[in-house]
């Protein structure tokens, strides 16, 4: 059975000389490292000031020695470590042939963020979370080639924090990636939710996935209502994560009387200032 370890240094470490560039030699020393197959990598101590690049060559250039490793999660800090959208991550363009056997991928943080040319045939799961996903990343992701691709999850995000582009953004990169296996689609944590929601449900994924997941955003009884009109046109679809929303608590009920299991904890109230409804989604600090 794999064993999952965090590899991390708090600010003092970091103020003693630790960081980036030392992480993964003091990883590998580690006797237990050997097995862990799911690996996480914390805060390397100053993550708002300088990125984890060192982290990730460091990995590709010691590739047999990560050979073992089938799960990567590189950017598991809290708001107390360092803000999500202050998280500087890094180029994962060699990552792709120097872990062929990797399944899982989560990363936390999209400053600075580029994946390059992504193509891998074992990958099963990918996990994007930040405060705003940039267009370019969500195209690099769109031209992706992971036929065995089973669970993606992308936060959107706002523009404060890095996603510049729009709906129109979401429903091309939704009509032009290919992903012939996915089973869970998550478009996630935007302030335009109730406009990914129709987006989404148009989508040819539609017709494959069994898992919708549209949470941590301002979806309203609007996008509830497009949900309810929609879901059975497609009893493939078994599960739907709506938590942390703001529709209205009938909407929930009649959400929950649909013949899937729902998640649609985390009620909202919006705020009114000067005469303004004011929504946020969930990761905005």
């Known amino acids: ?146 036929p065995n691709l089973k669970k993606l999850v992308l936060y959107i995000g706002i523009d404060n924090y890095g996603f510049d582009g729009n709906g129109e953004t979401i429903r091309t990169f939704l009509e032009k990636s290919d992903f012939p296996s996915l089973e869970y689609l998550g478009i996630e944590d935007s302030e335009i939710q109730d406009e990914l929601t129709e987006i989404v449900l148009k989508s040819k994924y539609m017709g494959q996935i069994h898992t919708l997941d549209l949470a941590n955003g301002t979806l309203t009884d609007k996008g509830g209502a497009m949900l309810l009109e929609t879901l059975p046109s497609y009893p493939n679809i078994k599960t739907l994560d709506v938590h942390y929303h703001y529709m209205s608590e009938e909407m929930v009920e009649n959400l929950e009387a649909l013949p899937v299991e729902i998640d649609a904890s985390e009620f909202n109230e919006p705020d009114e200032y000067d005469g303004e409804i004011w929504m946020n989604a969930m990761l905005t600090e």
């Open 1 to 146: 059975m794999g064993k999952t370890k965090t590899y991390q240094y708090d600010y003092e470490q970091y103020e003693d000389g630790k960081g980036p560039a030392t992480l993964v030699e003091d990883l590998l020393k580690d006797p237990e490292f050997p097995q862990v197959t799911d690996l996480i990598i914390g805060s390397w101590g100053n993550a708002w000031e300088e990125d984890c690049q060192t982290i990730l060559d460091g990995i590709v250039d010691n590739k047999e020695k990560f050979s073992h490793v089938e799960k990567l999660f590189l950017g598991d800090m809290d708001y107390e470590e360092c803000e999500v959208s202050w998280i500087m991550q890094g180029d994962y363009g060699k990552l792709w042939t120097a872990m062929p056997q990797l399944k899982e991928l989560t990363i936390k943080g999209s400053m600075d963020l580029r994946l390059g040319d992504v193509r891998h045939e074992n990958l099963e799961s990918l996990t994007i979370i930040c405060g705003g996903l940039p267009v370019s990343v969500i195209e690099e992701i769109q031209k992706a080639k992971l």
